[in-house]
């Protein structure tokens, strides 16, 4: 039930792009992107309901692929701010009251 | 800006010990919930709850974990007995309605000793 991110962790210089994937076994209604900095709670980025909608601000995005259980959050042109822990999120339904986070994806940033 | 504020921000305790949990959950908020993080590891769904009665639970949350809202205002999580296992940060969260943002406190780190 747990979905599953990938890759564990990323290594980027600033200034270059990084695709974490998040993929479940099990059907999907939503998936939740945050972001957790070392000792801090995780903070939302954005959410994605069924329908393929794609969403973004600034330089980060997400897609939500229906048919494969995967959603994809894109980092480009990466800023010092992005490294974090990053963690998908799913709700298998609507009427869900359960957010199930995925493994987690490390991210550092480098100058 | 509302925030979810929860307290103490550092609890130890003694194994076999009561411990209780408190957090403040956004005032118009309508569900609440409990995550725990183990040192390292994901965040994991412990319990929510909605309309004063928890609406749904992990295998985690057996009978020696409780949620109670007492007083309209406080959501508070109480371990009966702890154990080792159970030291890890703990987080509260709340959000408005099912499928939106949830808005996660700043965690009280629980160590059992």
């Known amino acids: 039930q747990q979905p599953v991110q990938s890759p564990q962790a990323v290594i980027l210089r600033e200034g270059e792009d990084a695709v974490i994937n998040c993929s479940s076994s099990?059907?999907?209604?939503?998936v939740h992107w945050y972001r957790q900095k070392h000792g801090e709670a995780p903070v939302f980025l954005m959410i994605?309901?069924?329908?393929?909608e794609q969403k973004g601000h600034d330089k980060i995005s997400a897609s939500f692929n229906e048919k494969k259980q995967q959603s994809s959050l894109y980092l480009t042109a990466s800023q010092l701010s992005y490294s974090g822990t990053y963690f998908c999120?799913?709700?298998?339904?609507?009427?869900?009251?359960?957010?199930?986070f995925g493994t987690g994806t490390r991210l550092q940033v480098f100058p | 800006e509302p925030e979810v504020t929860q307290t103490p921000s550092h609890q130890v305790t003694q194994m076999g010990q009561e411990v209780i949990l408190r957090c403040v959950p956004i005032?118009?908020?309508?569900?609440f919930y409990w995550y725990r993080q183990i040192l390292g590891q994901k965040v994991e769904f412990l319990v929510s709850f909605y309309n004063n009665e928890i609406s749904e639970k992990s295998e985690i949350f057996d009978d020696q974990f409780s949620v109670e809202r007492p007083d309209g205002s406080n959501f508070t999580l109480k371990i009966r007995s702890t154990k080792l296992e159970d030291s890890a940060m703990y987080f509260c969260a709340s959000n408005p309605g099912g499928n939106t943002e949830a808005f996660f406190g700043q965690g009280t780190r629980l160590t059992v000793v």
């Open positions: 005032s118009n908020h309508l569900y």
């Open positions: 999120g799913t709700e298998m339904s609507y009427n869900t009251d359960k957010l199930i």
């Open positions: 099990k059907a999907l209604y939503s």
């Open positions: 994605l309901l069924k329908g393929g």
